[in-house]
């Protein structure tokens, strides 16, 4: 039984991982598409910490909002994780730095890469032990 504990626990993480980078990947795409808008602030997604709080969520622990700014997924019935106004540099006309964004959006991608690979890896594992325990 453990390894049945293990195996879900992973994959729930990776397919948490998974629909956080991709909630993360429209709000930057959002930042960028509001470069030209003025007085815009652009908005963020603390991926680490929203994993962890989407993890605790799975484990049965009841999250408290304790400031404004925290993450509030107990109450969030939908499951999508709202953003945070990022702290940034006024540049004269808005918040959204481009260079900053197009990082955000590399590192995102290859949050979600990597746990798409890893959710295939376990599939592939799953399939392996499928075919080959009924030999």
Excluded: C
Excluded at 5 to 19: D, P
Excluded at 24 to 41: A, E, K, Q
Excluded at 46 to 64: I, K, M, T
């Amino acid at each position: 039984m453990p390894d049945n504990v293990s195996f879900s626990k992973t994959f729930s993480a990776l397919e948490r991982a998974i629909e956080i980078a991709q909630q993360r990947h429209t709000h930057i795409t959002s930042n960028i598409s509001n470069l030209d808008t003025p007085n815009y602030r652009a908005k963020e997604i603390d991926f680490e910490r929203a994993l962890a709080q989407a993890l605790e969520s799975d484990h049965g622990f009841n999250l408290v909002k304790t400031h404004k700014g925290h993450i509030d997924l107990g109450s969030n019935a939908s499951g999508r994780i709202e953003p945070f106004e990022e702290e940034g540099e006024w540049n004269g006309f808005n918040w959204v730095e481009i260079d900053k964004e197009m990082t955000k959006l590399m590192e995102n991608n290859l949050m979600y890469r990597t746990a798409i690979e890893g959710l295939l890896r376990k599939l592939n594992a799953l399939k392996t032990v499928i075919r080959e325990g009924g030999r």
